[in-house]
């Protein structure tokens, strides 16, 4: 009985922790800096902190911006010409979000929404709206 007790006595000077992860598994750290139970915990900790939380919106931008890129791509290498017309209804239907772009390129009445490789303008005609797909 009396060897059963000692084995189970904490021999380190550090008090055991909650890894802070949030995982919730308490473990003895071995160094007084250790917050986490090991690289694994410190890693999710990492890629899912307040970094993830501060960038949220930025990177929700840049991948709607990415994506516009790719829908415009898509029907750009499809059509094969200069500039490609189309109705606003398709791109849409893609994912396509015209409210995201990268910058605007205006020459006289021609107002181009740049996105990464591509640029996109968008014309009424009665109750359609037309995409004008170009390069940049
Ligand atoms: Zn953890």
Same mark, same amino acid.
């Given at each position: 009985?009396?060897?059963?007790? $000692? ?10 922790? &909650?890894?802070?992860? +949030?995982?919730? %598994? ?14 694994? =915990?410190?890693?999710?900790? *990492?890629? =899912? ?5 501060? *960038? ?14 790719? %829908?415009?791509?898509? *029907?750009?290498?499809?059509? $094969?010409?200069?500039? #490609?017309?189309?109705?606003? #209804? &398709? ?19 021609? $107002?181009?929404?740049?996105? *990464? ?8 005609? +009665?109750?359609?709206?037309? #995409? %004008?797909?170009?390069?940049?």
């Amino acid at each position: 009985m009396k060897q059963n007790r $000692k084995k189970q006595e904490n021999p380190s000077p550090l008090a055991l922790r &909650i890894c802070a992860c +949030g995982c919730g %598994i308490e473990f003895q750290p071995r160094r007084s800096d250790q917050f986490h139970l090991n690289s694994n =915990h410190f890693n999710f900790a *990492y890629n =899912h902190g307040p970094r993830k939380v501060k *960038y949220a919106m930025e990177n929700f931008v840049t991948k709607a911006i990415r994506k516009n890129d790719r %829908i415009l791509e898509k *029907y750009f290498r499809l059509f $094969k010409q200069d500039t #490609v017309t189309l109705n606003l #209804v &398709i791109l849409q239907a893609d994912g396509f979000d015209s409210r995201y772009y990268s910058g605007v390129d205006s020459k006289g009445q021609n $107002k181009f929404f740049c996105l *990464y490789t591509y640029a996109f303008m968008l014309t009424k005609e +009665g109750s359609n709206t037309n #995409v %004008i797909i170009k390069r940049k």
